[in-house]
């Protein structure tokens, strides 16, 4: 069983920061992949950073130059950090990992269950 949670979602004014973190706990044997995904009232989930295990990442055109996305290999974690942020940026966050469990060589998607960021003054 693996399990990711996150941490960090709240309220914050327009322009100001949030850090979220994910935590990836249980039978894993390696992380090839984490990524944020978000899912704005009424919308659809969006892939909003990415990052594999070599460090290589993306992003969405929508949060360029404001988020930045990293992962610590060691600990089975990975942040967000959100600058600038927008009214529009007002969404639940989810963790996203693919992993290799220790008792199948299969790389499988989990989930979080997501943190709520809400940008408002």
């Known amino acids: 069983q693996v399990q990711l949670v996150e941490s960090g979602g709240g309220l914050v004014q327009p322009g100001g920061s949030l850090r979220l973190s994910c935590a990836a706990s249980?039978?894993?044997?390696?992380?090839?992949?984490m990524a944020w995904y978000r899912q704005r009232p009424g919308k659809g989930r969006e892939l909003v950073a990415s990052?594999?295990?070599?460090?290589?990442?993306n992003y969405a055109d929508s949060v360029k130059g404001r988020f930045t996305i990293s992962r610590d290999n060691a600990e089975n974690t990975v942040s967000l950090q959100m600058n600038s942020l927008k009214p529009e940026d007002t969404a639940v966050y989810y963790c996203?990992?693919?992993?290799?469990?220790?008792?199948?060589?299969?790389?499988?998607?989990?989930w979080g269950k997501g943190t709520l960021v809400t940008v408002s003054s």
């Open positions: 249980g039978s894993i044997r390696s992380i090839n992949y």
């Open positions: 990052i594999f295990n070599g460090g290589t990442t």
């Open positions: 996203y990992g693919n992993i290799q469990t220790t008792t199948s060589y299969i790389l499988m998607n989990y």
